[in-house]
């Protein structure tokens, strides 16, 4: 058995311990909190994130489920001086300075940190290489969604006069048909995604302004096509309170001039927390393996073969899935 | 640069050819047949197979593209005993016994074999393993097509009366609705898919008798919806010279009680064997890496990290698309 501990019991936290009943070859140790262990809602064992130390022997493979912002870039490392790590790092741009930050103490202390797994990043940059890869000569298209876009309802939540509200990211089928039909196109974030926005108001708000107020927020909705569509509290809890995302990565390429070929991995996830949270597992199961075989140092998923991934021997994979 | 040699010049050997002149990092060595070498129509230089070993220190990697049936089989093992290799050997069910013949000699001779790459067995097999590792309360579906069957449209012509023939394996696309739409079905390969055939009937031939023929023919037809279409020569000629496939492997699973997720991996293909040879060749980079860092003995696409398939560097790697 394979034993895990969860840092951090939000959404992704929950994830990762609703995944683990799926998986016969590891043991959940314990959830580790800032909180109250007493005030979690789990059957799980649950300590305070203070006590963590007292589980260096009892733990093989911690799972990393605080936020990329602050937590994370801090609990890497500090977390990999003992133990394996496995985490879904989402902040694309700061991937290079965290994998050196914590590849140095990995490897000092012995042990492997994945990072960045997930899907984007994680299965969709594994597409991304793999498609480009395999087809040099093309061009490689990522769309998000349908899917709740958290850190853009972050920001429609911030708007003056807005009480709650969610949105949506919508990708552009028209582009994709076009793609699918081997056309050349015009791929920008903004012309392949539309913004939907679900908004409950605060009593006596401007909805024009609201409406105006983001549409034309920079960074986040100037220059998308941006639907706002008023909506009550109770409209907003009974038909928005799920996590639904998912999207695809297109590859299409020539093998030899004219010769079309359209290599495409899509994602529909009923709930995005719980499937990054069913990837961060997989890699643990990675991490596990790759420190036993005396690896260590940070890895992303384009370092890890996919045997390590499954609980099936090498030679099972080659009889059953090949 | 890496040196290739091509062993065989048929559909697969001309895609390999052709795929070469899109990887900045390879050189084209030879291309080795067991025909005249000046017989053969390419621009390449050309050599009998038998002056192979005249070879070994000029070619990192050779891509063995001859059928599976008879010529890797044989190929394979003798040819690891002196080269690393590649092939897209697709006899699923001897796969393990052929995958132990060429360890044993890969390994004994320090030379590494990457075995049954390609899309199926190859692309489709790793996301048939990613799928399951990821999401293991689930059911994997692999559907083929639209495409054309090399080995039905062989049993089409030899059927008595039939002059000419081709097959097209179409996919069942109200299943993969339901799958989509997270329904539980009943998937056979029969009722997955359904056959297509084109036929140019010889003179005075009986085409209620050769229809009849092919739609009950045990294990190529036999159980399947098929569809029988007598043509001219010219049509077939005109509208059935391409080579195109494809398909998807589909993973629906859940990740908690009734959250549905699905995973999904699709192929559309202007050219079945020049895509083939495509992934070839990101396969013959990983062998020559992993030769280079000292491994050797058969290796397949569940063994090779994903970063080997790239001519970029780590960093870059995870700088650019992770």
């Known amino acids: 058995m394979i034993n895990i501990g969860i840092v951090g019991y939000g959404n992704l936290g929950r994830g990762v311990e ?29 300590y305070h994130i203070d006590d963590i130390l007292n ?8 799972i ?7 937590d994370i870039p801090e609990q ?5 001086e003992h133990f394996n790590t496995v985490d879904s790092y989402d902040n694309h741009s700061q991937i290079p300075n965290y994998f050196e930050s914590i590849d140095t103490v990995a490897k000092a202390h012995k042990y492997v940190s994945i990072i960045a797994t997930g899907w984007d990043p994680g299965l969709f940059s594994l597409n991304r290489l793999i498609g480009e890869a395999i087809l040099p000569k093309g061009d490689t298209y990522t769309f998000w969604g349908e899917g709740l876009s958290q850190g853009h309802g972050d920001a429609v939540r911030r708007v003056e ?17 076009q793609i699918h039909a081997g056309e050349t196109v015009e791929y920008t974030s ?8 679900y908004v409950v108001l605060e ?8 409406k105006n107020d983001i549409v034309t ?7 998308y096509q941006t639907e706002v569509t008023f909506i009550t509290e109770e409209e907003l809890h009974a038909n928005h309170a799920g996590l639904p995302h998912g999207g695809r990565v297109i590859r299409s390429g020539e093998t030899s001039p004219d010769m079309q070929q359209v290599y495409e991995y899509g994602l529909n996830l009923g709930s995005n927390p719980e499937f990054t949270a069913a990837v961060n597992v997989a890699y643990a199961r990675a991490a596990y393996k790759l420190h036993q075989e005396g690896l260590s140092g940070a890895q992303t998923v384009f370092d890890i073969a996919p045997k390590y991934l499954s609980p099936k021997s090498a030679a099972d994979l080659r009889k059953e899935l090949l």
């Open 18 to 46: 609703a995944n683990l009943k799926n998986a016969p070859d590891m043991n959940l140790v314990g959830i580790f909190s800032r909180r109250n262990p007493d005030t979690l809602d789990t059957e799980a064992k649950a």
């Open 55 to 62: 589980f260096k022997d009892k733990i093989d493979v911690l």
């Open 64 to 70: 990393l489920c605080g936020g990329s912002r602050s």
């Open 76 to 80: 890497g490392p500090a977390l990999a």
């Open 161 to 177: 006069g807005v009480k709650d509200g969610v949105q949506y990211t919508i990708p552009n089928t028209e582009l994709i048909d």
């Open 190 to 197: 903004k012309s392949a995604h539309n913004r939907d926005v």
């Open 203 to 210: 009593e006596g708000a401007d909805a024009e302004k609201v």
């Open 217 to 223: 927020m920079p960074d986040y909705f100037e220059g």
